[in-house]
């Protein structure tokens, strides 16, 4: 049985309504992160979890589909048979259309309100399509499920729009019904620990944060690379694009967390306040220089570690002649006094040769080189690399002097991993932002003004391409990218340095 917390650390009791409960997202992540909080002692012991789809089912094939994606997904795995069955006597399922899920839901927090004497937290988690986002708040709302502005709660996935104006119609459905503190935009790159070690690094180490701007940092890369293709995602991403998919989300709120100002206090209106100030001070892109700050791609056919793979347009469910990218890189330029002048270079794609996510704050030179000649030619630039994924960690890259009689340096890296230091496996991202959700903690989800604000900075790149079809293919399978990319970057005298790599991979 789950491990017992102190109480004031968890809710008690629980309503989680899980919509969409036949899809793909709660059968290999919703699930399986409620399933390891569960064991972990994370949720209530009085806790109901109710999935709702329109498919005719039963809770006992509910619970035959939950323990399958448990044992293929959970970090913790289904452990004994009597925590499973604990677990399983919660679940229930009901057959509803998602816009009368509501009228399906509220007997039953009714009935479980009176068997525990007083209402529970009361969780809607939308696993369902966007464009049903609007109609499921509305059915929730009908019947009145809304109206506990402490208890009740609603979770929504991206994508949050394909542009500023489809946000605002989007966020405008959901605030009709729900207030803004009752709402949880999910990314799950937030609930990774790297990403929120970002913090702690900067604000918790006071060797940083004195040299964290534009004196001593010459430019930041953001890299999120993929050796994976579409796989079984087509249909989606040929309506969103690697710009939407990874850019406006995942590595913008990256991004915030480099390059924002020390909050006041940890909690989530100073945090989320001081990411709305570092976007507001982005400088516009203009619509008339897009290719000066933004560069596409499609990969096309190419080897990986020994495997031949197809270009996207090859890949089953794509269109022949797809202008959907899948790379971006984008420059960001923030105007105020950290930052001022200093680049941030942002680059996301598929079918790429490394699967690597890192942070690379790249140092100015030392003023004045007084070496010997020759001396610096194994050197490089020194940089701070956050290694986001895989082989969690961080790397200092130093320049040393090689031992010998003659004066010689050479780059090394003092290097620092978790699985080391913590010798643990962490939380999955899913399982953190569920406990923040229960927890009632919002600062690891977007407000609607930051995605508004990150959809005005990118409205003009999307417009841009939409308008003007690419000569796609044109980058290659296992290659770090397209030539656009390149140029984007060699403009202002800089480069892409290659990642830093697992040593397993590295060589």
Not at 78 to 84: E, F, I, K, P, R
Not at 295 to 302: K, M, V
């Amino acid at each position: 049985m789950p491990s017992q917390p102190a109480q004031d650390d968890i809710p008690a009791p629980l309503f989680l309504a899980l919509l969409g409960a036949a899809g793909d997202l709660a059968w290999r992540l919703v699930v399986p992160a409620l399933y390891d909080l569960y064991r972990d002692g994370g949720l209530p012991e009085r806790f109901a979890l109710v999935g709702v789809d329109r498919k005719p089912d039963t809770a006992e094939a509910m619970r035959a589909r939950c323990r399958d994606g448990i044992e293929q997904f959970s970090r913790l795995g289904l452990g004994d048979d009597a925590t499973w069955q604990s677990f399983a006597a919660r679940i229930d399922y009901l057959t509803a259309d998602i816009e009368q899920a509501g009228t399906a839901l509220a007997p039953r927090l009714a009935e479980l309100t009176a068997t525990l004497g007083e209402p529970p937290l009361a969780v809607y988690y939308l696993a369902i399509p966007p464009r049903l986002f609007g109609p499921a708040a509305h059915g929730l709302a009908a019947a009145g499920l809304e109206q506990d502005r402490a208890r009740a709660r609603l979770v929504v996935e991206k994508p949050l729009g394909r542009d500023r104006a489809s946000f605002r119609a989007l966020d405008s459905e959901l605030a009709a019904h729900f207030q803004e503190s009752q709402l949880y935009r999910m990314d799950h790159f937030l609930g990774k620990e790297t990403v929120q070690n970002i913090l702690a690094l900067r604000f918790a180490n006071p060797i940083f944060e004195p040299i964290w701007d534009r004196r001593y940092i010459d430019h930041v890369a953001i890299t999120v690379a993929e050796t994976l293709g579409v796989e079984h995602r087509a249909n989606y991403y040929e309506g969103a694009g690697c710009l939407r998919d990874m850019v406006q989300n995942h590595l913008l709120q990256i991004f915030c967390l480099v390059a924002m100002e020390p909050p006041a206090r940890f909690d989530a209106d100073n945090l989320r306040d001081r990411k709305m100030d570092l976007l507001s001070a982005l400088r516009p892109i203009p619509a008339a220089a897009v290719d000066e700050y933004a560069a596409r791609g499609q990969y096309g056919p190419g080897w990986i570690h020994g495997s031949q793979m197809p270009g996207y347009r090859q890949e089953d469910g794509i269109a022949p002649a797809s202008n959907v990218e899948t790379f971006a890189a984008i420059k960001l330029l923030v105007d105020n006094w950290r930052w001022q002048d200093v680049p941030f270079y942002l680059r996301t794609g598929k079918r790429m040769a490394e699967d690597v996510s890192e942070v690379s704050i790249r140092f100015r030179p030392v003023p004045h080189q007084a070496w010997p000649a020759g001396a610096a030619a194994d050197h490089g630039p020194v940089r701070l690399v956050l290694r986001l994924h895989p082989d969690e960690g961080m790397d200092l890259k130093l320049n040393l002097k090689v031992p010998g009689a003659h004066f010689a340096l050479r780059q090394q890296d003092l290097r620092f991993t978790y699985r080391e230091a913590f010798q643990a496996e962490p939380p999955k991202p899913y399982e953190t932002l569920l406990a923040a959700v229960l927890a009632g903690d919002q600062s690891l989800f977007m407000r609607a003004d930051q995605v508004d604000a990150a959809w005005a900075l990118l409205d003009p790149v999307v417009q841009s391409w939409a308008e003007r079809p690419a000569d796609f293919p044109n980058y290659a399978t296992g290659s770090w990218g397209p030539e656009s990319a390149e140029r984007l970057i060699n403009g202002d005298g800089r480069g892409w340095l290659t990642p830093t790599l697992p040593p397993q991979r590295a060589g």
